[in-house]
């Protein structure tokens, strides 16, 4: 039998602990007490007292006398072969601040550029974190569901939603449901505050944060109740939940519990229950909860909760704890059989997606994976850009340090012993620059927070102080450290003391391949690799701003119009035609380009079938066109007069999609869209119907009076100051109890692109940190190969080089340098970028001139950068260089 | 006259390496502290208690053998020294002198 052993890490660690030469005696007598203990209660009773007295051992006497922290906790007995550590320490202390002191101009370089390197690289990396840990805060967060379901055409549909009884039939026939709750966003609502009148006291323009769900909400996902009861919340028609922040903007207290608010101008709804405001880094961000069984009476149609039609609802499900995500997957299968015929059985397809995932699904959330990962690339590229910044800058110094390192290695210094002197230097100057990282990251993110603000992010510093998030923060400082600290302190503990002395330091890295230099040559990569990006990026949102997307969008204004009312749209209309400033105007549905849409079936030519695809419909009068300057091909516009809303135009990708080659050939033909026989009476060229879309798709315009929701407004340019009160002031005569809200096209169209430019505002500040990080290390370079081919130069000038001669030496240099770092950022950049411009439909193509500027930019900086330091160096007179050989 | 200070745990250490006599160590004084007193002395303290008494110069030190149950490792035997003695009975006729002038019977509770 093997002998009993106490534990090997209390061992390992007694032997850390204890004074070498009580180790002997102390360990002895731990052994035989471990022994009796293992005779007398066992392996693991002994071998928890075994550890609990190594640990009784970590005492002053025994432990911390080994570190040499201080002389008066020295014993007297057998010490006196001990190093002084405590004078060393000390020792090295006082010559890291004294020569920190002397350099000062370097120091604050280093210090500067790693903290700038590091701020960067930490608001980067509280962005990921910030992005990655949505919806992940709910309890149930890894088991809970969305089903959505796909419509299967010609081309797949995504869609967000599910048909409605699929919620109630999942709880109440699928055991290993825990629960699934139904929810209907509501996009824009019109929240009114009641006077007890019948009038309104205050209205409220709300879109996004309302939503229609069941009590089950309060079940699936985590939400702090405030106030009312959590139980009876939601159940009843007409009741409504608020957030505390929105109980206060309506009503000016939180003490909300009974009121009532009017949605629409119609419905009026009982607030049941206040909850605390969603968290920041949720997507069910909603200020507004309204019980499901309101719906059924605002549309008057109580067979709509039983109806399997089209998917139209929202739907979460919570798995019971320990059920597989595919048994989920089988039972929407087999619903979709059950409920639905053959043919629509084959149309929808229901799939789910975890909720974690919700936030990174390319088309459900604005955070996919790939953009995140992309980020921290730049972040993690940032923080060696800034280490390989600080390595560059102290070996540049370490040479001036030789004398030292030889004189400490002649009194019997080991080499252990200056890399740790010199690493400890490291550690001083890194712990000062994240102080200053912190510093300036706290100051930046609100900025950050900012342009993040439709997301209502609240990033701060703070956030460090989980256990996750000090995990890698610490990992991170370690590795900043090692990083920096491990090169310089090696050659600087390599410098042979001979050789030092007699005042030749460094000769042996000369002429071989140089860590130094490759180390500028991962600077130039990263550098050239950020301004591809910025070029790339630049050119191509720019070339989305101002791509023609097939209509006129400058000087348009779009103004809400609340629907339903012929006669004071006419009146409306009427009032702005007469209005001076304004040129044209036209009523809606929405402009050209917009992001909300569904495609519609339709019938074309009377045929029996359904076409096989659907087509992207515009709702406009007959000044649409002309409004918004679409252009004619063939036929013409609709008749003004359009009243019986029997005409259509058709776009050139649905005569493409129909077959039809001719343009006259599809003229006077019928299409029958929404039950309704309409002949098409044009044929327009196609425009941009989607901010991203990759093709041109099938499009008609038809006139549905009903359905207009905007008037654009075509504006004369010039006038506008005087012209857009008068426009809000006719509307707010006209419409009193609804709220005016307009904007320009061309702003709403910016709007599509904000995620692009938010991208680039940041790919822009990080590639000039990143430069002005490059430009450091280059000076450090230069600093370094001035002070070390100070002789070289010497003798070149005295045996008649010129200055421009010498230059020439630098500028080599550099260039080949810059060249080698510039072929795998190229490279990689290339395939980087390409990737990216997938997402486009309308994308530049990544010309030779974009590298070719990408060399130009560099050279310029680092011509910039290194020109005094080379200048200088050529002018020395080489007496002063030559004098005390 | 003036003496080192001796602590009350120190004291007790003192006495039972006193009582060891040639054999007294580590694992062994704990062992008859715990015998004696009934309290139980954690390994360290002793060992903690054990040098200080020695930097006082009331106790002496030398390695003794070495036995299988160590792991092959020398124990520490420590004796008491003439200082260490010479202290020990100062305190004890200190206590003694204080007893006597307290009177008989004063502390002995009465029926």
């Known amino acids: 039998m093997k002998p009993p052993h106490p534990p090997r890490w209390a061992d390992a660690l007694l032997r850390l602990l204890c004074t070498p030469h009580l180790l002997e005696e102390v360990q002895g007598d731990l052994y035989e007490r471990f022994q009796a203990d293992y005779l007398a209660f066992g392996q693991k009773e002994a071998s928890r007292r075994y550890s609990l007295n190594v640990i009784g051992f970590i005492r002053l006497r025994f432990g911390f006398e080994r570190a040499g922290w201080s002389n008066a906790l020295r014993t007297r007995t057998n010490s006196n072969h001990q190093t002084p550590y405590p004078a060393m320490f000390n020792n090295y202390f006082k010559i890291a601040l004294r020569n920190l002191w002397r350099n000062r101009t370097t120091s604050i370089i280093s210090i500067l550029g790693l903290s700038v390197g590091l701020a960067s690289g930490l608001v980067i990396f509280l962005l990921v974190g910030y992005l990655f840990s949505f919806n992940r805060y709910h309890t149930k967060s890894e088991r809970i569901y969305w089903v959505v379901t796909d419509i299967l055409n010609d081309k797949p549909q995504p869609t967000d939603v599910t048909p409605r009884p699929l ?243 002649t009194m019997g210094s080991s080499r252990a012993q200056l890399i740790g002197q010199f690493m400890l230097e490291t550690a001083i100057l890194c712990g000062a620059a994240f102080v200053m990282a912190l510093l300036l990251a706290q100051l930046n993110l609100p900025m950050l927070n900012g342009a993040l603000w439709m997301l209502r992010a609240d990033i701060s510093v703070l956030d460090l102080l989980n256990t996750h998030a000090l995990w890698w923060f610490g990992c991170l400082v370690m590795l900043v450290i090692l990083l920096a600290g491990l090169y310089p302190s090696a050659v600087l503990a390599r410098f042979n003391p001979v050789a030092a002395l007699k005042g030749k330091p460094g000769g042996r890295s000369e002429g071989r391949f140089s860590v130094r230099k490759s180390l500028v040559v991962v600077q130039f990569f990263i550098t050239q690799l950020f301004i591809i990006g910025v070029i790339v ?52 549905g ?88 309409r002949t098409i009476v044009g044929v327009i060229k196609d425009f941009n119907l989607d901010p991203l879309s990759n093709y041109a798709q099938p499009a008609v315009v038809v006139n549905e009076p009903t359905a207009y929701a905007m008037t654009a407004i075509k504006l004369q340019t010039g006038t506008m100051n005087t012209t857009l009160p008068r426009i809000e002031k006719a509307w707010n005569a006209l419409f009193p109890e609804h709220v005016y809200h307009a904007g320009f096209l061309e702003d709403k169209i910016n709007d599509f692109y904000s995620t692009e430019q938010i991208l680039l505002g940041l790919i822009r500040v990080f590639s000039v940190i990143a430069v002005l990080i490059g430009c450091l290390g280059l000076y450090g370079l230069v600093t370094f190969m001035a002070e070390s081919r100070s002789k070289e130069i010497g003798v070149r000038k005295v045996l008649g080089a010129t200055e421009n001669q010498v230059l020439c030496i630098f500028g080599k240099d550099f260039g080949r340098l810059l060249i080698t770092g510039f072929v795998p950022a190229a490279a990689l950049g290339w395939f980087m970028m390409s990737s990216w411009l997938q997402r486009y439909a309308y994308r530049i193509d990544i010309g030779w001139w974009i590298f070719a500027l990408t060399i130009g930019i560099t050279a310029l900086i680092t011509i910039l950068t290194i020109s005094i330091q080379s200048i200088q160096a050529a002018r020395t007179n080489p007496v002063v260089s030559l004098r005390s050989e | 006259m003036k003496r080192t200070y001796l602590g009350e745990f120190e004291e007790l250490v003192l006495l039972t390496v006193a009582i060891l006599k040639e054999k007294a160590y580590g694992v062994a004084i704990a062992d008859e502290l715990q015998d004696q007193t009934g309290r139980s002395a954690n390994i360290s303290a002793v060992h903690a208690a054990l040098h200080r008494l020695e930097e006082k110069g009331m106790l002496a030190s030398h390695l003794g053998e070495a036995t299988a149950e160590r792991g092959g490792r020398r124990k520490r035997l420590f004796v008491v020294t003439a200082l260490g003695g010479a202290t020990l009975s100062e305190i004890k006729e200190m206590r003694n002198r204080l007893w006597n002038a307290i009177g008989p019977a004063t502390l002995i509770p009465t029926i």
């Open chain 1, 590 to 677: 929405e402009p050209p380009m917009s992001q909300m849409d569904a495609d519609e079936p339709f019938t074309f030519d009377h045929r029996t079938e359904k076409e096989k695809f659907q087509v992207r419909v515009r709702i406009g009068d007959d000044h649409y066109v002309p409004v918004f300057g679409l252009k004619m091909l063939a036929g013409r516009n609709l008749e003004s007069g359009d009243t019986s809303r029997r005409e259509a135009l058709v776009n050139q990708a649905m005569l493409k999609q129909l077959g039809i080659g001719n343009q006259a050939d599809v003229l006077n033909k019928d299409i029958r869209l929404w039950d309704r026989e």
């Open chain 1, 167 to 409: 919620g109630q039939v999942l709880r109440d026939e699928y055991p290993f449901v825990e629960s699934a709750v139904r929810l209907n966003n509501v996009f824009g609502a019109l929240v009114g505050v009641p006077d007890g009148k019948g009038g309104m006291s205050k209205k409220f323009e709300e879109s996004r944060n309302i939503c229609f769900t069941e009590p089950e909400y309060f079940k699936v996902f985590d939400s702090e109740w405030a106030a009312g009861e959590q139980r009876a919340a939601l159940s009843a028609p007409n009741t409504a939940v608020l957030s505390r922040a929105y109980a206060k903007k309506y009503f000016g207290t939180d003490q909300a519990i009974g009121k009532t608010l009017r949605l629409d101008n119609k419905t009026d709804l009982t607030i049941t229950g206040i909850i605390e405001n969603p968290p920041s880094n949720t997507q069910l961000r909603y200020d507004v909860l309204i019980s499901y069984a309101t719906l059924p009476g605002l549309w008057s149609d109580p067979g709509m909760m039983e109806t399997w039609g089209e998917p139209i609802t929202m739907c979460w499900v919570a798995l019971k704890e320990g059920t597989d995500a595919a048994r989920l997957d089988q039972a929407l299968a087999e619903i979709t059989r059950k409920y639905y015929n053959a043919k629509d059985a084959g149309t929808y397809k229901m799939r789910t997606i975890p909720l974690h995932e919700m936030f990174h699904m390319p088309g459900y959330g604005p955070a996919p994976r790939p953009i995140l990962y992309a980020l921290l690339v730049v972040g993690v590229f940032l923080v060696i850009a800034a280490c390989v910044n600080f390595i560059n800058l102290s070996t540049a110094q370490a040479i001036r340090r030789s004398k030292e390192v030889a004189v400490r290695k």
């Open chain 1, 537 to 588: 990026m630049s050119a191509q949102v720019k070339h989305l701003k101002t791509a023609d997307p097939g209509f006129d969008r400058e000087g348009i204004l779009m103004v809400g119009l609340p629907s339903g009312n012929a006669a004071k749209n006419d009146a409306w209309t009427n009032q702005l035609g007469t209005m001076p400033g304004v040129q044209a105007v036209a009523l809606g």
